[in-house]
């Protein structure tokens, strides 16, 4: 417990002192993300600020890697592609496919260091599945990262949420989730509305990645049930999927930039602040119940799959009373 401490506030420290000099260095046009007609901001704003939690958790890794060389360096490779990509990305826009093809050869790298610690490592079909889930959650946090402290907070929910339901995260993984927890934090000193900095695609995608390998080791460890971390993360990974659902059925460019998902109606209409604001309220009261109840190993697959249907109503009915997804939905006030 006095270690996680430790990893949690030596995290935060770091984090704010790296976060403040970085801010100081990409300040310059080239760096800077401009305001256009579908971006949530007003005014020039630094960019890339992922960066710092990224070296972090990457420097965990390294270390890591000195008890558990194939973990530690196939996390690393894994994690360096998500995030050298997004940095490219960053800096001068790059096609889809070739963002993909990186997302998934960095989620098969990190699938494999994860089986090593795993009692059944995943094979054929199912091992599939868990690279288009880590492919999906890293491009997830991509698509939800267009408001102020909106990704940042997410994170810090879900790290604390695991934590608090789980009873401590045992071994590298609870490390890693204090060490995000104090990253998170720190860059949200500099990310809340209004933020100073955005975290950029480097640490978006990067940020989706770690979150979704701790919810693969973790359900595979029966440490967090797969249904808990589903719950937690629910206000990110149903808006993404409601909104992407919409626009293929209604045959709209789905590469294009956009401002339909739900969390960018209520930003539009009642800002930033308020934005996170309702999100803390609907993670702590509602979200966070529900992932408690759905946590004993006791419940079953039909308990638990109700657990996530209750978590998700209200925003269903959110989505579909504000047309979200739908071009028209811009318009409803």
Known sequence: MVSHVLIFLGALICALILQWGLLTLVARPKLLAMPNQRSSHRRPTPTMGGV???LMVLVFCVSLAQTDTVLGWGLFAGLVGAAGIGLWDDLQPLPGTVRLLVHILSSTAVLFALQTQWPQPLTGPIAAVAVFFLVWSTNLYNFMDGI???AALQCLSF??????????VPGWAGDLVWLLSGAALGFLAFNWPPAKIFMGDVGSGFLGLVIGLLVLHLWQTDI???SVSLILLATFWFDASYTLFVRLVTGQRV???H????????????????????FLVFSVFWLMPLAWWAFPASRTALMSSAAIVLAILPMLFACWRFKVGLPAGEDVA
């Open 159 to 168: 790290c604390l949420g695991v934590q608090m339901i789980g009873l401590g």
């Open 255 to 257: 590469t294009q930039a």
């Open 148 to 150: 102020d402290g909106y």
């Open 259 to 278: 401002r339909l998902h739900l969390y960018q109606w209520l930003a539009m209409r009642r800002g930033h602040l308020y934005t996170n604001a309702v």
């Open 224 to 226: 967090v049930p797969l």
């Open 52 to 54: 710092v939690a990224v």
